[in-house]
T-cell receptor, first 110, second 112 residues
Framework: DSGVTQTPKHLITATGQRVTLRCSPR?????VYWYQQSLDQGLQFLIQ???????AKGNILERFSAQQFPDLHSELNLSSLELGDSALYFC?????????FGPGTRLTVL | GENVEQHPSTLSVQEGDSAVIKCTYS??????FPWYKQELGKRPQLIID?????GEKKDQRIAVTLNKTAKHFSLHITETQPEDSAVYFC???????????FGTGTRLLVSP
């Protein structure tokens, strides 16, 4: 158990819908990262927040957005969902170099 | 931007043999190189990492080597066991404290 929690574990929804994924980092970690893992794209960095501020952006679609709240938990919002958005979404947290991953949310878009 | 290549994509060994996975990176500014093990449907788990000011690091049966000049790093697993079977990912961090760029993964199968 890495100490990073994510909810929900599984999410099944339809195209065009909007969902919110939640992540709670390890106690004391200020940085939260979001990654997408799909069969054809591997593990791709989406976005990083540090102490409430956006720090770095990767291959995140405009339909996706994220934020980090004062209690340091983070949410990833995915809207206008498409079939290709089906993937495992991981968050990770860190206080230094090492990133520790949560159990992931498996999103299935039908 | 940073690009990480990983080889081989699959690796089959007999229990007790050694396994080596190799990665190359493109951005000479990268300074942090972790390795993750991922079992089916589970989270990536950090197993070892190395920073750019170190050439080699060892932790029991696993070791990582880094060649900054050639921009490649390798994972070595000795005395492999069936429970080592998983997908292994290398990664590079372009500036540290920020995003990880992952390789495409190596599926390691250790047969008893």
């Amino acid at each position: 158990d890495s100490g990073v929690t994510q909810t929900p574990k599984h999410l099944i929804t339809a195209t065009g819908q909007r969902v919110t994924l939640r992540c709670s980092p390890r106690s004391g970690d200020l940085s939260v990262y979001w990654y997408q893992q799909s069969l054809d794209q591997g593990l791709q960095f989406l976005i990083q927040y540090y102490n409430g501020e956006e720090r770095a952006k990767g291959n995140i679609l405009e339909r996706f957005s994220a934020q980090q709240f004062p209690d340091l938990h983070s949410e990833l919002n995915l809207s206008s969902l498409e079939l290709g958005d089906s993937a495992l979404y991981f968050c990770a947290s860190s206080v230094g170099y090492e990133q520790f991953f949560g159990p992931g949310t498996r999103l299935t878009v039908l | 931007g940073e690009n990480v290549e990983q080889h081989p994509s699959t690796l089959s060994v007999q229990e007790g043999d050694s396994a080596v996975i190799k990665c190359t990176y493109s951005d000479s500014a990268s300074n942090y190189f972790p390795w993750y093990k991922q079992e089916l449907g589970k989270r990536p788990q950090l197993i070892i990492d190395i920073r750019s000011n170190v050439g080699e690091k060892k932790d029991q049966r696993i070791a990582v080597t880094l060649n900054k000049t050639a921009k490649h790093f390798s994972l070595h697993i000795t005395e492999t066991q069936p429970e080592d079977s998983a997908v292994y990912f290398c990664a590079a961090s372009p500036t540290g404290f920020q995003k990880l760029v992952f390789g495409t993964g190596t599926r390691l199968l250790v047969s008893p």
